[in-house]
């Protein structure tokens, strides 16, 4: 590994510049090339990002540079080939989430990174931050007393027109709808906290817009130490919110924010008669806001050291099986999918397509 890690960046969207960001601010990392199906928009990215060289293919640009890391900002239908490809030619990938429009396609490109030698990182941006690391580190202590209830809720507003870009609202072009596109940033993060889940039971549900997926969608989780998780996702929402409570033996701990959390977000009440603890369950002095940048560091950091990928960037499937159980469960009427289900079942790791329950029928 070089000692400055020569970046590349494909798909020059908009989430595309909080990885250019995180590239910059590391002082290890430098973006090299970018590559965009529209070069208009490749060129626009690269002069503002400070002039990375531009291709009009991700082969050429592989080729041409061997770039150390590859982020792929793309649709998730294009992930596999695009992150296979990178992989070939012995780079890293950072790519973001959904990782894929499948398990099975996910499960293909771990494997590509395991044959290669490289790792694949996905982007879970909300298990950032000194807060998170925090209250991780008091559930999986035991100070705060065993878990066992949580709530978490991923309420968005998508107008219309969202759903009317090309790609989006199809499941073959998106893979899922708000469930697998917004809902997972929270999913995940209740996943950070608590771990291994068992069992999901979930619905979907199409509101109001159209759309072939769904805009709405409910589910309980069980997680493996039997804490029982409720989750509403939800496109639909105007008062937007994403949040997420646990409820353990001595406290409750919260965190009520939209894109990002910071520890003014996070707020732990003890129960009755533990008062007295709270002192030792305060959040650091030095703050760290959730963000890509920080995840970013923490992954250069482990491939500059050849360390295995921090907390806040591996595990790559266990919110996207969480996911994946969602819309099996609902595809057999809100049965429960459990691990061993969503492992050995022959169509629930191949796609997320499934019927949408409306409870309000959109007209024609």
Known sequence: MTRTLRCAIVGTG????????????????????VTDLSRDR???????VGGAAVYDTLEELLEAQHPDVVHVCTPPVAHRDQTLAAFAAGAHVVVE????????????????AAAAGRQLAVVFQQRTGTAAAHVRSLLQDGRLGRPLLAVCETLWY????YFDVPWRGKWETEGGGTTLGHGIHQLDLLAFLLGDWA??????????????TEDASTATIVFADGVVAQVVTSAVSPRETSSIRIDTQKATVTVDHLYGHGHENWRI????GFEGEAEDWALPEH???SDHAPLLRDVFDALLTDAPLPPTADEPA???????????SAAADGAAITTADLASHPTHRAGFASPVFDQRPIPD
Not at 158 to 161: E, F, I, S
Not at 199 to 212: A, C, F, M, N
Not at 269 to 272: D, I, K, L, R, S
Not at 318 to 328: M, N, T
């Open 97 to 112: 989430k959904p990782p894929a429009p499948s398990l099975v396609e996910l499960d293909e490109m771990r494997a590509a």
């Open 318 to 328: 266990r919110s996207f099986e969480l996911v994946a159980a969602i819309y099996a």
């Open 269 to 272: 009440t003890p129960a009755p």
């Open 287 to 289: 703050e760290e806001r």
């Open 199 to 212: 069992s999901v039971q979930g619905r979907l549900w199409r509101l109001d817009r159209e759309t072939q």
């Open 14 to 33: 908009a989430i595309a510049a909080a990885h250019a960001r995180g590239i910059a601010a590391h002082p290890s990392a430098e973006l090299v090339a």
């Open 42 to 48: 490749a060129d626009a990215f690269a002069a503002e």
């Open 158 to 161: 998508r107008d219309q027109a």
